[in-house]
């Protein structure tokens, strides 16, 4: 039974107050100094432990497990700087297990299940009868074994049980609002490089390792840049609407001054992806002119401030402005490496232990080819490509159903993630970019799992069109 304080604690802990606490403690974390980081990161657990500790839902902890997310991105290669606040996780962890203890669920395994698990299977199976035993025991092989398939399969039942109790709609909504205030976060971040990059612009000896995080948080970033359109989509006032719509192109500029290309090629895809979304049907003409006409200004006035910062990096980090590969580099090596791997091993691929590859990879990392399709079959070989076809098959099915403005945002919130993974680990890093894919999905479960007749896959008309005329009737 729940008690009046308990859905009050609730109602606090979903509430936009609560996430503007998160936020203020990151805020700390990015601009308190070096020293901040970990501090912020301490409170944001505790904050995340008492929400276990109050709330029945899990996901009531998910702000300031995102805020962690964002701000611990700094710690690029400074993992060490953890030890010392180890004895912190105690508390939550005790809240953790209070959690489970004091508010079990019904486990429930629902459409996007089945390919967690296929794509679990491929992971554990990658590399059998061919890796290294001594590689395989090194602690982030079995990590990223383990973290790929066992903790994935847990996360998605332990928020796959608690999404389902809760109201589809309003657990849609709150995600989309955390990760709004997680790309503020980012965005925070990048500016403060930016402050760095000022003081030091015309120096080219000084781009080599001037934002050491921009990897990660561009892949943030690109998670993010839809939700504010969702935003400026949905009815509200005018003003609010339109701080939305230049929050997303601001998120997108962000992105583009981390000078991470996939940010700067996949990153420009999405964000025309959105404008796309945004500017899709016959509602509100009036206000989306105005916005076609602010946005171009802004991105001028971006453009001019941030011109200087283009013509110093570009030609120190590609040669030119042309020239974003070169046919040398690691990862065009890595590819190639892929096809070699899987003509080796072509059943279950070579997997993913830790090896002295082409790209010289920092402590903590395994066989990455840094690329999403060539990771696939070179680690996991034909098996793997079937278990990630499926796993796919099932996405898609999800992603195209009967789709309405929330489930349009997590659509794209998911193909920025994947766009990123093309030239990064991006979704076979298991925390936090895999487990952002498991809870996309499990979000657009529910009305699926009802009635999947009208889906454009099932019956009717083609994909496409079908498609088009469900989002004429976005609400």
Known sequence: ?????????????????????????????????????????????????????????????????LSVIAVGGQLMSKWTDILPYLPWGIPIAVCLVYHFVRYPKKIQCGHSYRGVLAAALAIMLGGLFSADKSEMLNPAAIYHYLGLSILLLVLYLVYAADYKMQDAEQAQEHFLWCVLFMGVLCAAIVFKNGLVWWENRGNTSFYNNWFASRNTIANLLLMCIPVPFYFAKKQGRAYSRLFCFLLGLCFYIASLFT????????GTVLVVLCLGYFYYGKRDIPFKLVTALVSVAFLAVALSLFCDLLLDIIPTKYDDAFTLYKPNEARVKLFFQSLADFAARPLFGVGIAPVNDILKNPMGCIRWYHLYFPQIWGSMGLFGCFAYLYQGYLRYQLATYRPTAKSAALVLCYVGLFLYSQTDPGVFIPLPFGHFAVILFILLEGRYEKDLSHSPLVKGRGFLSGYLDEVKSLK
Request: contains cysteine; proline residues 4%.
């Open 259 to 266: 000078t991470a290309r996939t940010a700067l090629v996949f």
């Open 1 to 65: 039974m729940v008690t009046r304080y308990q859905e009050k604690a609730e109602a606090f802990f979903l509430s936009p107050f609560f996430m503007l606490i998160c936020v203020a403690v990151g805020w700390f974390g990015i601009f308190g100094g070096d020293d901040a980081v970990m501090p912020s990161l301490t409170v944001n657990g505790l904050l995340f432990g008492l929400a276990l500790l109050f709330c029945r839902h899990f996901s009531c902890g998910m702000m300031p497990y």
